[in-house]
T-cell receptor
Framework: AQTVTQSQPEMSVQEAETVTLSCTYD???????LFWYKQPPSRQMILVIR??????QNATENRFSVNFQKAAKSFSLKISDSQLGDTAMYFC???????????FGQGTRLTINP | EADIYQTPRYLVIGTGKKITLECSQT?????MYWYQQDPGMELHLIHY???????EKGDLSSESTVSRIRTEHFPLTLESARPSHTSQYLC??????????????FGEGSRLTVL
């Protein structure tokens, strides 16, 4: 079965610090896509960053970057210079190429403290 | 912000009532999904659709039903609500294109409380 595991249920850091959220996944496929989604309190879930498995270069979106280790099936999210607005639930997810459904992890609740 | 809308945002009803949660998107997306999420917990896919007149059950068994008569509309119905249905319901949509696989656009959610 395809699974996504986020081993950190909750994390808390001070504003401006860097924080890394962990994610591991399990698939027997070679071509797939990985995602981090952000769900702020009482607001819409939005896509933060996306990584294609065939790309060796780690994706970056402003303060957000990933560390994609394909052999280890690891996909961590690094948030640099964290801001209060980064406080949210973060979900790791993946989908095999051509598959029908996204597989989500359990989520990590991240709190940025002033 | 994404053009996908859910109503009502909050609903408190009594046991046995019939309810319909509405979801509409203006992006012309073929794929639409319903997820159930308890507060601060993981998402569970309960229904999905790949186009008009196409609906499938998701990974989590649900007593709810859905319909897809129009591309933009994907309502979820509970014929007889029970306290165990209390949860947040998230609607999402995506394009049916390879390079956008997995990119979901979510609504703000409908928080249902059944007394």
């Amino acid at each position: 079965a395809q699974t996504v595991t986020q081993s950190q249920p909750e994390m808390s850091v001070q504003e401006a610090e860097t924080v890394t959220l962990s994610c591991t996944y399990d698939t027997s496929e070679n071509n797939y896509y990985l995602f981090w989604y952000k769900q702020p309190p009482s607001r819409q879930m939005i896509l933060v960053i996306r990584q294609e498995a065939y790309k060796q270069q780690n994706a970056t979106e402003n303060r957000f970057s990933v560390n994609f280790q394909k052999a280890a099936k690891s996909f961590s999210l690094k948030i640099s210079d964290s801001q209060l607005g980064d406080t949210a639930m973060y979900f790791c997810a993946f989908i095999n190429q051509g598959a029908q459904k996204l597989v989500f992890g359990q989520g990590t609740r991240l709190t940025i403290n002033p | 912000e994404a053009d996908i809308y859910q109503t009502p945002r909050y609903l408190v009803i009594g046991t046995g009532k019939k309810i319909t949660l509405e979801c509409s998107q203006t992006m012309g997306h073929d794929k639409m999904y319903w997820y159930q999420q308890d507060p601060g917990m993981e998402l569970h896919l309960i229904h999905y659709s790949y186009g008009v007149n196409s609906t499938e059950k998701g990974d989590l068994s649900s007593e709810s039903t859905v319909s897809r008569i129009r591309t933009e509309h994907f309502p979820l119905t509970l014929e007889s609500a029970r306290p165990s249905h209390t949860s947040q319901y998230l609607c999402a949509s995506s394009e049916h294109l390879p390079y956008t696989e997995g990119e979901l656009f979510f609504g703000e959610g409908s928080r249902l409380t059944v007394l």
